[in-house]
C-alpha cells in the first residue's frame, strides 16, 4: 500500500464528463489498495472568468476580496468530484483550504503555506477516505481565505504529499510531460524522461506553464517525488528528482518563454544611493514582484534610467504605485512595453560548460532578433526581446544547442 | 441614523454593471448616515448551472458536497461588491457564511439558521464599515457548508436583521412589490401597499417566489420590518407587517401558483395503521418534504392507494427512496406525474367568510378543469390541476375574488 496525491489542473476537470474521467482515475488508485488524495484546480477558464469580474469592478482590487472571489472556482470542482466518487462507490469528501485548514500567511493573491493540519486527514486516510482537496487556497490571519497565485494548485498538491509523508505526487496536465521545449512550437521537441528539481525551476521560472515555480521549490526542500504526467494516457510521464538520480547530463535541458512580461523603463532618475530601494520598495510592499532589471550606467553623473520587467498581471498596479509615487522618486518619464517575450535557456550543464550564453546570443543574432534585456543564474540565461520573435527564438535555440528529435 | 439590511437577488447582481448599481444603492444609505449590512444572491443562473452540474455528477448526490459546490455563487458576489464599494470610497468587507459564522442545524440543502454572531460585526458597523454578508449559507456541524434551500438568500437577510436589531429589511428584487397574482399572467393584477405576514407567508409556500417561506417565518417570529421593493426604481414596494397594522381586509388578497410541483400515487397500499408512517418517515429522514397528502377510502378493506406531492427538484429522491423500501411498504405499483401546478387562493378575510372555497371550485368548474388534490388551511385553498391549465385557473379566480384592477 502506498500512499499518493494526484493532482488535475483546470483541463481534466472542465466538465462533469472530465471530472468523472477522473473519479476512475482516482478509483484505480484506490482499488490497488493505496490511500489516495487528491487536489483539483477550478474548470478550465472559470479562473479567468472571475479575475475578469475583479479587474472590472475595479483595476485596483483589495487582494483580500480577489481572493474571496477566485476561491470560489476550486469549491465547486472539490464538491463534484466528491460526488463523483461516491457515485462509483467511493468513500470521498471535499475539503476546503479554511477546512483542512491549509494555513498560510497573509500575502493575499500569493500566499505561502505555512502549515497543513494532518491530524483529521490523517484519520479519514486511515478509515479509507478519499480526500478531495481545494488547490490554489488557503487560510489566512484573521479568517480570511488566501490563495497562492496562478498555478497555485501544484503547490498546494506538493505541500498535501509533504505533509503527508505521500509515496508519490502525480501532477496530471494535459501534457504528457516536460520536453525540450513547448511542442506547439518547436515539432521537435522532446519529452525528457527526468529533470532536475533545479532545472524544473528554472523552467518554472521562465514561464514553462507545466509547474508552478514555488511547487518546485517546495518538493526541492521536502524531497517530495513529483511526477508529471498527462490526464489522457497510462503512459509514464516527467520524474522530477535530485541531481544526482540523473546519470548523463545533456548541456542544456530546454529552452523556455513567457509572454507575459512587461517592460518597464524610468526615464531620469536621479543617481544617488538608495534610489532602487525606493523604487523597489513599494512594489514589493504591494506584492508586485519585479524580474528582470537593468540599471544603465550614469551618463552626467547626476540621472540614470532603470529598466525591469513585471508580469503583465501586475503591470497596472505597478504603473499606479509608481505614478503615486513621482513626486519622490523624481524620474523624469516612465516609458512602458507590453509586446515583450523572455526566452530562456536552461541546463544544470551550464555550470560546468563555458560558452552557453554565447551560442545564445551568436543564435539570436543570426536571426536578427535584438536583445533588450538579460540575465543569468547559475544554470539559466534568460533574454528579453520583441514579442513577435518568439516563436523564431525558441526554434532557432532549439537546434543551436542540439536540442532537435532525430 | 438608522440601521438598515438590504438584500439583492440575482437579477441585481447579474453581471459586474448591476453590482456596481448596487453599490451606489448601498452608499446612498451610507451617505445618508445609516449603519448597513448587504446582504447578495449568487448571480442569476449560477445557482441553476452549479445545481445541474451536481445532478450531471449523480442524481442522487450528496447533500453535504451539493451545499459546497452551490454555495460558491454567493461567495463570488460578495467579494465584487466589497470591491465596487471600496472602488467608490465605501469602506466594505465580504462575509462568508463560516466566517460570520452564521451557524445552522446540519440539514444540508434546506438547512435552519440557528443563530449569527454579531460580536464582531457590531464592531465593524460601529466602525463604519458596511457588512457584504453572503445569502444562503451557514456554517454546519463539523465544520461543513451548508445551505438554506432556494431562496434562503432571503431569510438570511432577515435572519441579520433580526440578529443586528436593523430597523429595516429591505428586500430587493426585480418585481415592484408583492401582486394580487403574477403580472405576467394576470394583466389586471394590482401591488399590494401591505400584506400581513401570514398572508405572505401562504403566498410563499404556494409558490409566489417573492419571498422564501422561511424567511417570512422568522420575520413574523422577530417582528421584522420587511419591505419587497424594486431594485430599479425608488418607488415604495409592499410593507410586510402585523394583521392590527391592517385597517381594511379584502377578503382574498392574492392568486399564487406553482409549477414545481410532482404528484406521487402509490396504488394497492396495505390499508393498516402505521403505514403512513412507515411512506413518510424515510422521505422525512431524507429531508422530503411531503406537501399535500390523500389517502382514499379502502375499496376492499385491505388495499388503499396515497397520493402525495413533493417539489419536482426533490421528485427523483422521491422515487429513489419509495423504490428502495417496494419490499417492505408492499404498494403495488408507483404512479407519478410531473406535469401538475398548484393554484393557490389566500386571504385573512377567509377566517370570517364561509363559501371561499366553494367560489373556487365553481370558478374552476366553470373553465372545465378538474381538480385532482384538495388542501386547505385557515386562510388558505389549494389545489392540484394539470399543469397546462395553470394560465386559465388563475385568472378566472383572480376575477372570480374581484381582484382585478379596474
Known sequence: MARIVQKFGGT???????????AQRVKAEVDAGHQVAVVLSAMSGVTN???DYVTKMSPLYDAREYDTVVASGEQITVGLLAIGLQDIGIQARSWLGWQVPIRTDGMHGK????????EEMERRLAASEVLVVAGFQGLGPRNRITTLGRGGSDTSAVALAAALKADRCDI???????YTADPRIVTKARKLEKITY???LEMASVGAKVLQTRSVELAMKQKVRVQVRSSYSDEPGTLIVDEDEIVEHELVSGIAYSRDEAKITLVGVPDRPGIAAAIFGPLAETSINVDMIVQNVSHDGKT????????????????????GKKSELKYAKLLSDKNVAKISVIGVGMRSHAGIAQRMFMALAEKSINIQVISTSEIKVSVLIGEEYTELAVRALHTAYGLDAA
Chains 1, 2 share one sequence.
Open 12 to 22: 481534466s476537470v472542465a466538465d462533469t464528463d472530465r471530472i468523472k474521467a477522473v
Open 172 to 178: 496530471y496536465t494535459d501534457v504528457d510531460g516536460v
Open 49 to 51: 472568468q472571475l479575475v
Open 198 to 200: 533545479e532545472e524544473m
Open 111 to 118: 500566499a505561502r503555506i505555512k502549515a497543513v493540519e494532518t
Open 304 to 323: 540614470t534610467d532603470l529598466t525591469f520587467t513585471v508580469t503583465t498581471a501586475d503591470f497596472d498596479r505597478t504603473i499606479a504605485v509608481l505614478e
